[in-house]
């Protein structure tokens, strides 16, 4: 059963980075696109970044230029480099995939993902 979990959110000031991982248990990352996701309070989860299988990465248009989505296979791990962060971008950040599809397709929606990490808050604040 693929398992994923977040971690490396915190406190940041505006302007400032972080670097948020995702790890993959019970299988191997070999075989799964993965998404970040952001939920910001009272509002609904949306979509960030996401990396294929091939290593295509695609960005909402909200963060291209300030975040990078990298995989390291051989950790089983997906990282999400954020930059220049700005207070908007407070929220529980998400790592998601879909252990039904084998065809290890991206996407940032998340109703078409099933299988969720618990999240990381990241707060950016002076």
């Known amino acids: 059963q693929v398992q994923l979990v977040e971690s490396g959110g915190g406190l940041v000031q505006p302007g400032g980075s972080l670097r948020l991982s995702c790890a993959l248990s019970?299988?191997?990352?070999?075989?799964?696109?993965i998404g970040w996701f952001h939920q910001a309070p009272g509002k609904e989860r949306e979509g960030v970044s996401c990396?294929?299988?091939?290593?295509?990465?695609y960005y909402t248009a909200s963060v291209k230029g300030r975040f990078t989505i990298s995989a390291n296979n051989a950790k089983n791990t997906v990282y999400l480099q954020m930059n220049s962060l700005k207070p908007e971008d407070t929220g529980i950040y998400y790592c998601?995939?879909?252990?039904?599809?084998?065809?290890?397709?991206?996407?940032?929606?998340?109703?078409?993902?099933?299988?969720w990490g618990q999240g990381t808050q990241v707060t950016v604040s002076s």
């Open positions: 998601a995939t879909d252990d039904r599809d084998l065809t290890g397709t991206c996407t940032l929606q998340p109703g078409l993902l099933n299988v």
């Open positions: 019970g299988s191997t990352l070999d075989y799964y696109s």
């Open positions: 990396i294929s299988i091939n290593g295509d990465t």
